[in-house]
């Protein structure tokens, strides 16, 4: 997927902020429109190189995210401007043919596939079979090559599904490697249900390496049982370096029952700046967002970094530890 910062050296991370439309959709109450745009607007501020802004999904399955189409003119138009966006490129997901041609017609250029590697997840999740889904993301993948778009692929449920339990390695294997076969540009790697732990981690991406290049490889972790962090911490000492995150922890699945929210931005960006590792992200400008999104939306944040700061205790800078 494009970036438009990508970080500069090989120990830096790139920080994806999938608040706007994972973080969002599974939400009862509607954020307007307005609140969506300046939500947005102030996570480029805060330095990410790239925002999932929305999905191309009809309302009647995501109420949440109704307004794609408005917000994503409104945005792209930003875009074309270099208001806000000019360091930071805005995506959206698209999980099938009329979403996808729908985000074109829109002028999206950077656009999120899903499937599950659970057949009864994806079957809940998109009402179509793994195979039914691919042959579909074929004709997508083979139309964006065209176009010169670049392509991700979410893959769900790798380290454990909650209809058929922990997947077997070879199905995740096959699975990755057919889509960057397809021609999918990034494959992330979702842990839908939070279920991962670092050695779980380590198997997958340990197998993967052997099949696809790690740059091709992001990690989308939930923090359900609160390993989200670490596992990330697991991923980028096996070399993967680009992170999905979510403003405060917002987040979940609706098809995924007692799935909480994703790893939060926070989080990630203290557990990396802390580390040495270089994100792009300002923390201050993060917990100012997060705390101006508690207050329109009367919703507490779980990001532990985040409700600590908002506590009083002082952002800690990055480490020196090895000065
Ligand atoms: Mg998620």
Redesign the pocket.
Known sequence: MKSKIRQGNETAVTLIE?GPR?GLQSSDAFIDTKDKITLIQRLAECGFSQIEASAFVHPKWIPALADHRELMTHLLADENQKNYFARTALSVLAPNERGFENAIACGCQNIALVVSASDTHNQKNLNSSIEQTLEGYARILSHAREKGLTLRVYLSCVFDCPYEGTLPLGTIVELVRRLEALGANEVAL?D?IGAAVPNDVQKVLKALRDVVPVEKLAC?F?DTRGLGVANALCAYDLGVRIF?A?LGGL???PYAPGASG?VASEDLVYAFERSGVSTGVSLTALAQTSLWFESISKRKLPSKVFQSQKGGLQTIPPSQKDA
Do not use: R
Request: charged share 15%; hydrophobic share 10%; with cysteine.
């Open positions: 999938v994972d979702g839908t989308h939930h999905d979510s987040g979940g699945c994703n």
